[in-house]
């Protein structure tokens, strides 16, 4: 068994979660995703943010710490910071995973790292589930044409990766570090040269994705020039040892970007936030042209009462009965992805709940 799920999901072991939305109650989501801005310090090639703007307002501090206590109250169990944003943008990132954590709810972060001050590591991975590094290159050229990064950003993302490895042996914290690498096929020479780069900065794990993209395939992706690099990928997981896990999210780089559910029963269990405050069901329906599956915005009404909202549950609805088409009207391939398929083979099956027959794995409430 992989040390960590990186392709799947982890529902099966929330089975009350589960049980209580096949009675019909109103759940509280086990994961977060948001972000604490929409401002990012780098333009990526391949950035589906560009497809997600709406109407912002200034996630301050009071209203992220407002946020973080309605969530503990509620029964959320875990916050990521990965989002539409780049949270190491906003001054309130290091106090707000360090509340987070004081509130009882598993705390994690993505980042691209070229913000990240190393001299707060120290402070918040202990309180972190896991840390994640965006890098789609193990090349300072590469780097920068795919990320649309600062000059000298992919030395100091890498000074940061080590420093980050360093203090987790040193103080022995049990903190994953990780890379990802958002793949597009013209990516392909930066495959194994990125496996080699994770192993030999000691990282817990290297993950290698697909590229999401939106219905009206805004962005270009072409899903079955994927199949060719099935070789390149198999032998970048083949540099896995102990320490460093190497995984290719084969269920999705292979899927065609092809779903087999049409109703989407997932954000109830894992909802998304825009760094501008908006809450909506996922990442795909951020953006203004998608209003009406917007259900509030943390900035002007607590995230307590929008979860209790007659709107909240009445787009939670709608996305899951047959006026709503996940095939055709929205994005491929989105963070539900995995929990959407489960969900509909279980009400398909007839509701029959499957208890998983191994322990419980790595980042339990990020599901």
Partial sequence: MNKIILDGHKLGWHRERVEAWQRGER?????????????????????????????????????????????????????????????????????????????????????????????????????????????????????????????????????????????????????????????????????????????????????IKHCSDDENSSIGIDYEKYHALEPLLKEAEEFSDEVCQISVKWSKILSGGNRKYSRCYAPPFIIQLSGSGLVAPCGMFFNTSYKKYHIGNIAETSFKDIWQSERYWEVMNLIASDCFDAKTMCGSLCLQHKVNEYLWDLRQDGGELSVPLRLPPAHLNFI
């Fill in 27 to 207: 759940i509280a989501p086990i994961t977060i995703d948001c972000a604490l801005t929409r401002a990012c310090s780098y333009r990526c090639s391949y950035c589906y943010g560009q497809l997600q703007e709406n109407d912002s307002k200034p996630i301050t501090r009071d209203v992220i710490f407002r946020f973080l206590d309605d969530t503990a109250e509620i029964g959320v169990k875990g916050i990521s910071f990965v989002s539409d944003g780049e949270s190491t943008c906003s001054p309130h990132l290091y106090d707000a995973i360090l509340k987070g954590k004081a509130n009882g709810l598993d705390m994690a972060l993505g980042t691209n790292g070229y913000l990240l001050d190393d001299d707060r590591l120290p402070e918040i991975l202990p309180a972190l589930t896991y840390l994640r590094f965006n890098i789609s290159a193990a090349e300072p050229l590469r780097y920068a044409a795919i990320h649309g990064s600062p000059a000298g950003a992919f030395e100091k993302v890498i000074s940061t990766i080590r420093r980050s490895v360093a203090l987790k042996r040193e103080l022995n914290m049990p903190v994953t570090l990780g890379l990802q690498m958002v793949l597009l096929p013209e990516f392909s020479d930066q495959i194994l040269p990125l496996a080699r780069l994770g192993k030999e900065l000691g990282v817990d794990y290297v993950v």
